[in-house]
């Protein structure tokens, strides 16, 4: 390995050598700003001076072959050679690096730079050499399978991912095959029918419930092909080696936001090209041995689920629907009795109340990982660990569990800014029945600084496993063996005006409805990985502003 990456680095100084030699000046320009700005020698050698192994040059920093997004063939327009210093060259040859450059808020761009030489030879050598550093690149797709869902968010969905994805992918030799879904439910079935194998990843160009569903159709197929039974909730799945890219193109595109910290397509089209990876937990529910669905960001009932469930009606708004079915819902200030127990996590280093918060390469979720790995030797991922559980009757306004932060635009730090990706747990959080007004300073922190877990009717719990059950279907359920209350149970249902709150709120899904008065919840420890690296940490945030693109390890 590290033979090949000393072989392309000697040749790059070659290649600066050479170039020197036969001109006097480094033949190194940047073509992006159609200058033909010559670099003093000088300069030549103070930036070769920074050079890594595994690092190509380019004029302003350096940058990793892993951000190489193509390398190609440069035509040299003949104006260029006939102007000034090249006029007396017989004949240039040049090659263009297209590479990842980093802007501001997370924001990636292909930005591009072109190599000029009068060799030949050299110049073929180098092109060469940097395809097969791409091709020894063993994460990156050569075939995606994409579903575009053309009526999510603002419609826009087919012209980003024309305009957009679809010309990155070109340029970086990846071969798509499309499918624009003409109903709910299509990318799901078309999963169970496709050979999902010969893919590198799959792409959804939509909001959370498009991921939602390509996600479900992935996870069932692969269960499937593996003779597991989703029902069981108990049976350990198998996990999904094939990656899924998110292009987002939603209303609220959380798990877009909270995986790579911006919703732009450009910079997610990136983050799929160079193959990036990131595990992702996923909580799976059941009711009475029977499979409901999967989720990997907001499983919430209560307000969450009554914002989703009124929203649905008014599709035709667009992303503005969540505003105004979010205020409807918070003026009716509808409240939710059950009961919900949970198990505590025990093994995961953080807390919901850390004040640091996931990011790319992630401590807390790598340790995750290896304390199952441990486990797995020793034989003992397979046992359910009958824990305490802890039991909590109350009257709700929310219940909401967050398997990842749930940041996105209308949140920047997210409804638990310390919860992890892939660290095996959920975040739980309880709001009890408050006035509007208190229930309206909770919300409001999820758009400030302050924590907004700091209130005597807001509590939040670390789990992996947590059970709901609505006052409404308890009552039913003890009614069964109570044959007297049991009319007046029905009585109740029938009735849902009279004076009990016996009303049942919907689940939202990750942004899909879920109506289920009981659920059992499990967190299945990075079942799926995305296309992402999670956020980045930037060294020094003022650096972005201007040219600087240091991360820090
Ligand atoms: C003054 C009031 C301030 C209100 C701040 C409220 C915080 C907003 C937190 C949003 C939580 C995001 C969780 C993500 C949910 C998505 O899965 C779901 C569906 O997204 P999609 O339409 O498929 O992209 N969107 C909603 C709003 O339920
Ligand atoms: N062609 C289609 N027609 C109608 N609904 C679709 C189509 N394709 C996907 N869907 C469904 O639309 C729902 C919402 O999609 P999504 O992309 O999340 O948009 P939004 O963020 O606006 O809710 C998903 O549940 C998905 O199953
Ligand atoms: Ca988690």
Not at 389 to 418: D, E
Not at 422 to 447: E, M, P, Q, W
């Amino acid at each position: 390995m590290f033979e090949v990456l000393f072989y392309i680095l000697n040749k790059g100084m070659k290649f600066i050598e050479s170039a020197l030699n036969r001109d006097g000046e480094a033949v190194f320009t940047r073509a992006a700003r159609g200058l033909m700005s010559l670099i003093p020698t000088p300069l030549v050698f103070q930036v070769s001076g920074l050079w890594k192994p595994n690092h190509v040059l380019c004029r302003e920093n350096v940058v990793p072959a892993s951000e190489i997004v193509a390398v190609e063939e440069t035509e040299i327009d003949k104006k260029q050679c006939d102007s000034g210093k090249w006029q007396k060259m017989s004949k240039l040859h040049a090659f263009t690096v297209h590479y990842i450059k980093r802007a501001r808020n997370h924001r990636w761009r292909c930005s591009e730079i072109t190599f000029w030489c009068i060799d030949e030879q050299l110049c073929n050598q180098w092109i060469q050499a940097l395809k097969e550093l791409l091709d020894s690149q063993k994460s990156r797709p050569k075939q995606l399978l994409v579903y575009i869902n053309p009526y999510g968010g603002k419609r826009q969905g087919k012209r980003i991912y024309e305009q957009k994805v679809a010309p990155l992918f070109n340029l970086a030799s990846i071969s798509a095959d499309v499918v624009i879904t003409e109903h709910a439910n299509h990318a799901k079935d078309n999963l169970f029918e496709v050979n999902i194998y010969k893919y590198d990843g799959i792409v959804c160009v939509g909001g959370d419930g498009m991921f939602s569903e390509v996600m479900h159709g992935l996870i069932g197929r692969i269960q499937k092909d593996s003779g597991i039974d989703q029902n069981n909730p108990k049976t350990p799945l198998a996990q999904c080696s094939i990656r899924i890219g998110i292009i987002p193109a939603g209303s609220t595109d959380c798990i877009c936001y909270a995986t790579v910290g911006i919703i732009d397509p450009e910079t997610s089209a990136l983050h799929i090209i160079v193959g990036d990876c990131q595990p992702l937990d996923v909580s799976s529910i059941h009711h009475n041995n029977t499979f409901l669905k999967y989720s990997v960001s907001l499983l919430g009932y209560g307000f969450y689920g009554d914002i989703l469930k009124d929203s649905e009606k008014k599709r035709w708004m667009g992303p503005m629907r969540y505003d105004f079915s979010g205020f409807k819902t918070f003026l009716s200030h509808q409240y939710y009795e059950g009961t919900v127990s949970f198990q505590p996590a025990k093994g995961t280093v953080g807390s919901p109340r850390d004040k640091e918060s996931c990011r790319t390469g992630c401590h807390i979720c790598r340790q995750t990982k290896q304390l199952e790995e441990q486990q797995k030797n020793y034989g003992f991922e397979h046992k359910e660990v009958e824990d305490e559980w802890k039991v909590i009757k109350g009257k709700f306004l929310a219940i909401n569990a967050v398997n990842m932060s749930c940041a996105c635009p209308r949140s920047p730090k997210g409804l638990s800014p310390a919860a992890h990706l892939a660290d095996g747990s959920a975040d739980l959080i309880l709001v009890r029945k408050c006035s509007r007004f208190n229930f309206l300073r909770y919300l409001v922190r999820h758009t400030n600084q302050d924590d907004q877990f700091d209130f005597p009717f807001v509590d939040v719990y670390r789990v992996k496993r947590f059970q709901f059950t609505s006052k409404h279907l308890e009552d039913n359920e003890s009614d069964i063996k109570d044959v007297g209350k049991k009319r007046f149970g029905q009585f109740c249902s029938d009735h849902p005006a009279c004076c009990c709150n016996l009303a049942n709120s919907t689940w939202n899904c990750d942004g899909e409805t879920l109506d289920s008065s009981a659920v059992e919840v499990r967190v299945r420890c990075q079942l799926v990985k995305l296309f992402a690296r999670g956020i980045e940490i930037y060294k020094d945030e003022a650096a972005y502003n201007s040219s600087s693109n240091e991360l820090l390890s």
